[in-house]
Structure formats: structure tokens, C-alpha cells
């Protein structure tokens, strides 16, 4: 025995040692944030709670939002059920959580695509460089291998075209610069960047249709992004971030509006060569070949091109005005921007059409991250990242509403907003426990209900069954409260089933059969519980045992029984009488005296009257005794 628990410490204590247990601490930090929902039903999702500020409720679009929080890309430790792609309604309640695909690892860029034609739900992981495609059903569909990050990945985009025949991917292209790019800069050595680019993949085989590369095309001159100088720069050792492309579209030929954090540019680029056809310094403003009447942003997002007109093409952008480094802000906020732009004359002129200001004011920046989507009925719904603080705006920049979310330590790449009809192919689920209430004075029964994704739900309906799910007696319904909905029962239900029901009255989803948490002893010793039991014997069949059988036949046996020695009892009186009359009529009888016939329950007056006989009186006297 000393031997064992001495190898057991020997195994264990080195275990506990090592980095698993930091590990553990680093996933359950913020378990018990009071910013996360929890649920009984689902205890792997832990959905940050938002604060909505609903400025307008009259104006606000319809539809859901569609978020990934994060802690931080590169996160070193899975998050606990907080870190994915989540659906929420326009109040902030949790419509799916999607923890589990991603297993808690950053999900960037959750949205609604055009997939070939079809409406899917995509994202991506930096982690391992996938792209996830999932229908409305919640079915992963699609898992596209898009690369590895740190080698050939970037996870900014992964954006559908059109018709969904293509998606724009970023990739990381980390090498050293040309000797002359370096020199450049009055760097002598070899300068390694990330020269950032990115590919078309046709969305059937996902080869690329078109690739581009930075590298000596987007010269590091360019770069604003230079705190502690060349020198430290060039020597970073995962490589110097010198461009950092974020968002990538084509215009209405096909070329390409590449946005670059880190040089404040929008870049026009060819579709027939890669040549760079012209590009938009944010900084720089009026010097040079371009009018642009004091536009100026930097360390802008999400770069999207909203049409032609004829005469000018309409892009917008997510103007971050500030990012993370020592650059000074161009913006006193952060601010979606409309830019009209005409690059056939001379000057190229850019204008702002329209601005969205930060819906917090003064001072308030999205230093990293961040888009811009405009809605179908032209509203703008504006992902300020931070926070993931989102906005919506009436197409002519009126605020309607405003989010962000309750766990300061969480933000999301990008927001959306989408009408969604969610109708998962996995069944609803129940869980059941019993209770004492001592209000009640009996045993209740708790039940939580939800359906991750479903959006079409109205009510439910609970029903007790057996653990063969047959027959199902409804006990109660509820509307439904959120994601999740609880309802109690007066009684006892050892087993529960539960009826999704939409806005029609249809049932459209059953849960599998809940068997009751047994209830605590002190809940055990109730009628309920009592009654529940016998319920359920009588289903499985069990009270056939001893229901039909009769307990009491024994006892009604032996009255049976005294009716037949009661007849008996009558025929030999009856022949007994007829004897004695006879043997009386015969003479042999002369000094007995014959009474008339009594009542059987006159016992006495018929003893004493038969006085001395003692066959008669012996024959009666057994009757009463066996009759009795
Ligand atoms: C809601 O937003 C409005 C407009 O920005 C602001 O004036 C108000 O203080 C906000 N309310 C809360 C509770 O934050
Ligand atoms: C950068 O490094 C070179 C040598 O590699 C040195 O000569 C130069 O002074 C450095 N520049 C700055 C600004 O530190
Ligand atoms: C196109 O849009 C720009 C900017 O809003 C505007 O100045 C111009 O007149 C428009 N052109 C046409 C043909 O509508
Ligand atoms: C609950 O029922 C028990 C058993 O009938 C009784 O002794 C007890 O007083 C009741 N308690 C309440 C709070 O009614």
C-alpha cells in the first residue's frame, strides 16, 4: 500500500506541475462573469450578454445580428464557451451559439454568403486556417483548407462574390525584401516582412483564380507603421507588418479595391496584370495627382465597393482614424464613410458622400477591426469592434440603435445585421428536475427547454411520458421566453418530452425523452411522487401483477362456502322434519310433540321447543354454528 500511493504521488505531483493546470485556469477565468448567459440545457455555451441602447425603436431594421467575439487573435487557450460564431436578436437575447464548431477557437468574419447561389452562413479560423460554410440548418457543410496562418494565411477575408463563384481570401507572404526595397527605407540588410496579398478561389474546386502579392509592388516607404523606427522594424522577428491588407473587392470591371491598414491606402489594382492602377492615400490628402477636398483617414477597414453611377465609383469604408500604434488619429472618432471617386481626370477627385459617426462621440475609436454593411432597405449597421460595439443608421445617418456587449474583455472582427430563418436539423432540447416546494407542500417538476438557432418558435408544450416515450400526456405550455425557457409543474414527471411550436400553432420539433433528475430525498415522500410512480407501473404493465387478482377472495371464498352449508343446512331440516312426521304419523313417536316451522333466527324459542330431542336439536344447533 505505501508503495502505491507513493507511485501515485510519484505520477501525479509532476502532472500537476506541468502547463495543463495553467491551461484549465486560463479556460475557466471568466466561467462566472456575470457578462456571460449560462443555461441548463446547454452548459458548453456560455454567450456574452449584451447592453442595448434603443434610440429609435420604431426605425430599427428587423433581422438578427450575427457576431464572433474574441478575446484576442492568437489566442493561446480555447475559450470556455464564449469565443465563436453567435446569432443574436435585435434585443441582445441568443438565437445559436456555434462554440462547437470552431471548438472555441477565434472565428473571424462571421456572415451571411452567397455560396454558389446559395444563402450560408461563413467564417473562418486563424487557427487553422479554415473556412466554414454552414446552412440554415446548422450543418457544417463545407470545411475549405484555406491555407496556414503564419505561412500562406491571413485571416481578414474570406468574402463571396456575386454569385458566389468566387471568395476573396488574404494571404501572408513573409520573406525578405528585395535588396533595393530595403535600401530604400536606408535599411542595409535584409528587411523580412509580411507582404500581404491576396487570392480568388472558384468556389467549386477552391484553386485560385487569381493571386497578388504585395512584394515589390507596395513599396515599405509606404508604411506608416514604424514605431521605433527601420531598425526595430526590419529586425522584428516574426517579420515587419509593414502593409497589413485587410479587405479586398472588385469593382464594376472586375479590378480590385485593396484596403492597407498600414499604409492608410486604398489601392486600385488590375484584374488583367496586378499592376497597382492608382492609390488613395488617406494621409496624404490634396498633394499629388489626387482632389480630395480634406478627406483624410487612416488604419482604415473593410474596404467595399457600392456601385458606379456613370461618372463616379461609390466605396465604403470603415475610417478607424487611429489604430494601436504611435501614429496620431486623422479623426476625432472613428466613422463610416461613403467616398465617391473619379479616377479618369485629372485631378482624381474623392469626396465624402456621407459620414456615420461613432454612435459613443469625441474621442471614441475602433483602433482595430471594424466594418460597414449597408442593409437591404439602405440603413447602415455599422461593427465598431471594440466591445463589439455596433450601430444601426437610417440611410440618411441617424442613430436607431446601439450595442455593445457586457464583457468588457470580448470583441468580434466584424458585425452584421440579416433576416434569418434558423431551423436546426437536431431536435430541441429538455432537462428535468424534481423539487420540493415548500410553498406547494409537494413535489414539483422543473423543465428548461431550448433549440439552438431556431428563430420560428413560439411556445412549447410539455408532456410527461415514460422512458419509452409513450403514451404523452401534456402537463403544460409556455410561450417562449428566450433561448432558453423554463417551466415548472405541480407534480411529479419522471419523464419529459417537449413540443416546439411556431407562430402558426405547428409543431415543428420534439426534444428526446428527459428522464427527471431524481428528486432530493426530501421530495422522495410525496403524493406526487407516490402517484407518478404508480402511473408508471401501470404503463409498463407492472400493476397487472397484482390489479384483477383479487386480495380479498379468501374472504368472499368462505361466505360462498356458508351459503352452501346455509342450503344444506335447509335440506336436512326439511328431511329431517318430514322423518319425524312420519315416524310420528307411524306411531313410533306419540309423546313428542311436533313444533310448527320458525324462523332460523328465533334459535332459542326453536331449541327449547324441541326440548329433549337430540337429533333435531343436535342437527339445528350445527347449522347456527357453521353458519355463523
Ligand atoms: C442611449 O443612447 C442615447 C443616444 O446616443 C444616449 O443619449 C443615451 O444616454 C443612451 N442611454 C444609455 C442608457 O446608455
Ligand atoms: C540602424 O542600424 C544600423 C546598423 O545596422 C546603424 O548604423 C544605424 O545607426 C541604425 N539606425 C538607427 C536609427 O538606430
Ligand atoms: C454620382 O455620384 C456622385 C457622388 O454622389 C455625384 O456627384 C454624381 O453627380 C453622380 N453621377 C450621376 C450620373 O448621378
Ligand atoms: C406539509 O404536509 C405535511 C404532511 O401532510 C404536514 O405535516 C406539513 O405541516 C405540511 N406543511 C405545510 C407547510 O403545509
Known amino acids: 500500500m505505501p508503495t502505491q500511493s507513493w507511485l501515485k504521488t510519484s505520477l501525479v505531483l509532476p502532472l ?111 487557427r487553422d486556417g479554415d473556412g466554414f460554410i454552414v446552412d440554415n440548418s446548422f450543418t457544417l457543410k463545407e470545411k475549405v483548407d484555406l491555407g496556414t496562418f503564419g505561412v500562406d494565411f491571413n485571416s481578414h477575408e474570406f ?71 527601420v531598425n526595430t522594424s526590419c529586425e522584428d522577428s516574426w517579420g515587419w507588418d509593414y502593409v497589413h ?27 488583367d496584370d496586378g499592376r497597382i492602377m492608382w492609390r488613395l492615400h488617406g494621409r496624404q490628402g490634396d498633394e499629388g495627382e489626387w482632389d480630395m477636398k480634406g478627406l483624410r483617414f487612416s488604419r482604415q477597414h473593410n474596404v467595399r465597393f457600392r456601385g458606379f453611377n456613370g461618372t463616379h465609383e461609390l466605396i465604403t469604408i470603415l475610417d478607424n482614424a487611429n489604430g494601436q500604434d504611435k501614429q496620431h488619429s486623422s479623426h476625432p472618432f472613428s466613422r463610416g464613410l461613403t467616398i465617391a471617386i473619379k479616377a479618369d481626370v485629372e485631378p482624381k477627385t474623392a469626396r465624402i458622400v456621407q459620414a456615420i459617426d461613432h454612435p459613443l462621440g469625441e474621442g471614441s475609436y475602433a483602433p482595430r477591426r471594424g ?89 412549447w408544450n410539455l408532456y410527461k411520458t415514460t422512458e419509452t416515450g409513450s403514451p404523452m400526456i401534456k402537463i403544460f405550455s409556455k410561450e417562449k421566453t428566450g433561448f432558453e425557457t423554463s417551466m415548472v409543474w405541480e407534480g411529479f414527471a419522471a419523464y419529459v418530452i417537449a413540443e416546439a411550436i411556431d407562430k402558426s400553432g405547428k409543431v415543428v420539433g420534439r426534444t428526446n425523452i428527459a428522464k427527471t433528475l431524481e428528486p432530493p430525498e426530501d421530495a422522495m415522500m410525496s403524493a406526487a411522487v407516490a402517484e407518478e410512480l404508480f402511473w408508471l407501473q401501470e ?30 343446512g335447509v335440506i336436512c331440516s326439511i328431511v329431517a322434519f318430514i322423518v319425524v312426521w312420519r315416524l310420528r304419523a307411524k306411531g313410533y313417536l306419540r309423546g313428542v310433540r311436533l313444533p310448527r316451522y320458525q324462523a332460523l333466527a328465533d334459535q332459542e324459542m326453536a331449541e327449547e321447543e324441541v326440548g329433549e330431542q337430540p337429533f333435531p336439536k343436535r342437527l339445528s344447533s350445527r347449522y347456527y354454528r357453521d353458519g355463523s
Open 371 to 459: 466594418n460597414y454593411q449597408v442593409l437591404p432597405n439602405g440603413h447602415i449597421f455599422m461593427g465598431w469592434s471594440e466591445q463589439a460595439t455596433q450601430s444601426e443608421h437610417t440611410e440618411d445617418g441617424k442613430l436607431v440603435m446601439q450595442a455593445t456587449l457586457a464583457t468588457e474583455w470580448l470583441g468580434t472582427y466584424r458585425s452584421y445585421k440579416y433576416p434569418f430563418v434558423g431551423q436546426p436539423a437536431y431536435p430541441p432540447k429538455a432537462a428535468s428536475a424534481a423539487y420540493m416546494s415548500e410553498y406547494r407542500n409537494t413535489t414539483s417538476t422543473m423543465v428548461h427547454v431550448s433549440w439552438n438557432g431556431a428563430t420560428e418558435i413560439a411556445s
Open 245 to 271: 491588407l485587410n479587405s479586398v473587392d472588385r469593382d464594376q470591371n472586375g479590378d480590385f479595391y485593396v484596403s492597407a491598414r498600414h499604409t492608410d491606402s486604398i489601392y486600385k489594382v488590375s484584374k
Open 539 to 568: 404503463m409498463r404493465g407492472e400493476n397487472d401483477g397484482w390489479r384483477g387478482k383479487d386480495v380479498y377472495a379468501p374472504v368472499e371464498r368462505s361466505f360462498s362456502v356458508s351459503l352452501l352449508i346455509f342450503f344444506f
Open 16 to 126: 500537476l506541475l506541468l502547463s495543463p493546470l495553467q491551461s484549465v485556469a486560463d479556460i475557466h477565468h471568466h466561467d462566472k462573469d456575470a457578462g456571460l448567459f449560462s443555461y441548463v440545457t446547454h452548459p458548453e455555451i456560455k454567450a456574452p450578454r449584451w447592453k442595448v441602447n434603443i434610440t429609435e425603436p420604431d426605425l430599427v431594421t428587423p433581422g438578427y445580428w450575427f457576431v464572433a467575439p474574441f478575446e484576442r487573435i492568437d489566442q493561446p487557450e480555447p475559450g470556455n464557451g464564449w469565443i465563436g460564431p453567435h446569432i443574436y436578436d435585435g434585443n441582445g437575447e441568443l438565437v445559436w451559439s456555434g462554440v462547437h464548431l470552431n471548438k472555441n477557437w477565434d472565428a473571424i468574419d462571421f456572415k451571411m454568403s452567397n455560396v454558389r447561389g446559395q444563402d450560408m452562413m461563413t467564417f473562418v479560423t486563424q
Open 159 to 229: 468574402y463571396f462574390n456575386d454569385d458566389g463563384s468566387e471568395a476573396i481570401v488574404l494571404v501572408e507572404d513573409r520573406r525578405d525584401s528585395s535588396k533595393e526595397q530595403a535600401l530604400g527605407i536606408g535599411y542595409e540588410k535584409d528587411c523580412k516582412c509580411l507582404f500581404d496579398g491576396f487570392k480568388v478561389l472558384d468556389t467549386k474546386t477552391w484553386k485560385p483564380l487569381f493571386e497578388w502579392t504585395s512584394f515589390d509592388r507596395i513599396s515599405l516607404s509606404e508604411s506608416t507603421f514604424l514605431d521605433g523606427g
